[in-house]
DNA sequence: TATTGTTATACTCTATAACTATA
DNA sequence: TATAGTTATAGAGTATAACAATA
């Protein structure tokens, strides 16, 4: 059917001098290999995410994950709910507040999260392989200031 | 109700290294800001890229212009319809091929492409304020050559 | 056979409002 | 009063499959 869109074509006009524009590609092209990475592993952005911050930082709370991820109470409920159910995390009572729950990988969170990680890093050199080392850390030095 | 996520915290551990997440992080701070920007003219992302490459290429198949913003034929209808209910853009018969619809921008939808380019270029202005000319044309260029 | 537009459908991410139980 | 987690719900973007009309 070569269906639509997999590849956008080059001419977008004025759009394609704006930083936004640029920015919606560039991400977009990410997050397709991104998913072409992690294949198999029913894991997605978010999850990801939410693994590799507990990993760092063990008994943090649900609360406290979202907000560093950008992700909004209400919706850290299912993707912990996800992540809770396939034995990935584990919430547990937080000591000294009843309201909260603080998070824990479980052995096979750990090893979920390695698996990933070594998907994602090859994935990234692939992306970045045209760019020199110096344009790569321009690259994300410029992201970072533009959103910190 | 200090609702959460609205500015994720900075410690982002392992994810703060990875190019994908700094694109998320800095493509997502942009929309915001778009979305602010557009405020009032119930216009979106998708609507304006719509409208900005019919401007440049009118008479342009619809499929066309999806295929170019990477937009899939299935999703360009609602978006079109939008558009065309709203009399910003038409749809009329594309000469020498009767399956196709070829695309015009009505004076409307001129003139809410106008302002919606006012506004965006604005919105760019503020956000690439800290940085140098340079700076924005690397950004651009690092951009541009992540995803064509 | 392939392509254009279309309908129907589903998934992900994001957003808001309101509830509960604690603080 | 405010916060942590929850439920319900909705909007937006993106994806696939299948159909009719046309190429």
Redesign the pocket.
């Known amino acids: 059917?070569?269906?639509?869109?997999?590849r956008p074509s080059d001419d977008v006009g004025i759009l394609g001098e704006l930083v936004g524009y640029r920015l919606?590609r560039a991400y977009?092209a990410f997050?397709?290999d991104f998913a072409r990475a992690l294949a198999g592993t029913?894991m997605?952005?978010?999850?990801f995410g939410i693994l590799a911050l507990v990993a760092g930082d063990p008994g943090a709370?649900?609360?406290?994950i979202?907000r560093r991820?950008?992700?909004?109470?209400?919706?850290?409920?299912?993707?912990?709910?996800e992540l809770s159910e396939r034995r990935l995390v584990e919430?547990r009572a937080?000591n000294?507040?009843?309201?909260?729950?603080?998070?824990y990988l479980t052995p096979e969170g750990e090893a979920m999260l390695e698996l990933c990680r070594a998907r994602i890093a090859k994935q990234e050199q692939k992306m970045l392989a045209p760019f020199s080392p110096a344009e790569r850390r321009m690259l994300v030095d410029l992201l970072t200031r533009l959103a910190p």
């Open positions: 059917m070569r269906d639509n869109a997999e919606k977009s997050l397709t029913q997605r952005q978010a999850l709370k649900q609360g406290e979202g991820l950008g992700i909004k109470r209400a919706n850290m409920v299912a993707l912990v709910n919430r937080a000294g507040d009843r309201r909260a729950l603080a998070l």
